[in-house]
Every structure is written in structure tokens, then in C-alpha cells.
């Protein structure tokens, strides 16, 4: 697999190019931030 690739894609009129591997390491800090905010948000509303 090639994480050089580059991927292009819009967001309203702003053409954007993100390489592959920047995206995905993007995209797995965003999954883990939600997860650390879904348990702390679950144990503050359980206290």
C-alpha cells in the first residue's frame, strides 16, 4: 500500500490534498479522543 499517495478531495470550494498517512493518523487520533471523551463524559454522568 502506498501511504505516499496523495488524496485529493473538496470541502465547499476548497480543494484539498492530504497524503494518505496523514489522513489516516488524522483520523486515528480523532477515534481515540472520542473514545477518552465518550468514557469520561460516561463516569462524570454516572458520579
Known amino acids: ?3 505516499k499517495k496523495i488524496i485529493r478531495f ?3 470550494d476548497v480543494p484539498w490534498e492530504v497524503p494518505l498517512d ?6 486515528g ?6 473514545g477518552v471523551g ?9 458520579s
Open 1 to 3: 500500500m502506498n501511504w
Open 22 to 27: 496523514v489522513l489516516v493518523l488524522v483520523g
Open 38 to 46: 465518550a468514557y469520561f463524559g460516561f463516569q462524570f454522568g454516572s
Open 29 to 34: 487520533i480523532t477515534l481515540v479522543l472520542m
Open 10 to 12: 473538496k470541502i465547499g
